[in-house]
């Protein structure tokens, strides 16, 4: 069995993030790491690999990003994962989710066939939440999304999906693409031997020319969104304390409540 899991290398959200004088959110000249919420694809990636011991299964971790993104494909090494592939190309830089989702897909099928394409729910910097319906839909895949618990048998995939006021149940026929939410199961820290270990395991480059995408399709000029402007969140304000001496602190707490329409 083949699984596919998509890893995304994002900016440190405790660090003072950038963004380029094109308005792209700078992924070069600040810390950045493997997005948190990816970090529950390879956990579950991981899981169904353990139960499933005895049989012959390749966990491999694929990331589409800068030079550096490829800490984020040795991360999920050190996880567990047993290969990873980085695809790094100068044109790739602005991309958005609709370009992202054709490399990805291309990057898939060059690593042959696929049981199981696993994401997380969402990217920690973008928030986007759509790649892997549209990672789907490029593949010809059914999809099984935002997956609170994952059990599977054979080939066969059930997960449930929290909603507001219910949860659904959701079986599906492997080969599919599978993304799973923050609720799925705490991630594994890598061990020691797990951080050496990832030192002698297999990770390929490919360029756009690999995959056979031609760079008009993907970038800035080709998204079909863009960041028109960006601007520093103002400083925070003094507050505004309600003093009741009088008794009318409760009057004055819900009049001052009305006004900011919170009530």
């Known amino acids: 069995m083949n699984i596919v899991v998509c890893v995304k290398y994002v900016p ?10 094109d308005n792209t959110v700078d992924r070069v000249g600040v810390d950045g790491l493997l997005s948190e919420l990816d970090e529950y694809a390879v956990e579950q990636a991981l899981q169904l690999k353990e139960k499933r011991d ?20 040795r991360k999920a090494l050190q996880m567990g994962a047993d290969k990873g592939v980085h695809v790094v190309d100068d044109a790739i830089a602005g991309s958005d989710s609709v370009a992202t989702s054709l490399v990805l897909a291309k990057a898939v099928e060059k690593l042959g066939p696929v049981d ?9 910097d973008g928030a986007m939440g759509v790649l892997p319906a549209m990672l789907a839909e490029r593949l010809g895949l059914p999809q099984v999304t935002l997956a609170s ?20 149940v959701i079986g599906a026929t492997m080969p599919i693409v ?7 199961g705490e991630a594994r820290y890598p061990s ?18 690999d995959l056979g995408v031609d760079a008009g399709q993907v970038g800035l000029g080709a ?15 003094a507050g505004e304390i309600v003093k009741d001496e009088d008794g009318s602190g409760a009057t004055a707490l819900v009049d001052f409540l009305a006004s900011k329409k919170f009530i």
Request: aromatic share 4%; with cysteine; net charge negative.
């Open 178 to 184: 599978l993304s799973v939410t923050d609720q799925s």
């Open 12 to 21: 440190d959200a405790t660090a003072d993030r950038q963004f380029e004088s």
């Open 149 to 168: 618990v994952v059990e599977s048998q054979g080939d066969q995939v059930r997960i449930k999906r929290d909603g507001d006021n219910a949860t659904e």
């Open 116 to 124: 199981l394409v696993v994401t997380g729910m969402a990217s920690t």
């Open 223 to 237: 998204a079909w969104t863009a960041v028109e402007e960006t601007a520093a969140r103002p400083p925070r304000t």
């Open 192 to 209: 020691f031997k797990g951080i050496m270990a990832a030192k002698k395991k297999p990770l390929e480059t490919f360029s756009l020319g």
């Open 54 to 73: 005895g049989e012959e299964i390749t966990v491999t971790a694929l990331c589409v990003g800068p030079e550096k993104g490829v800490d984020a494909v």
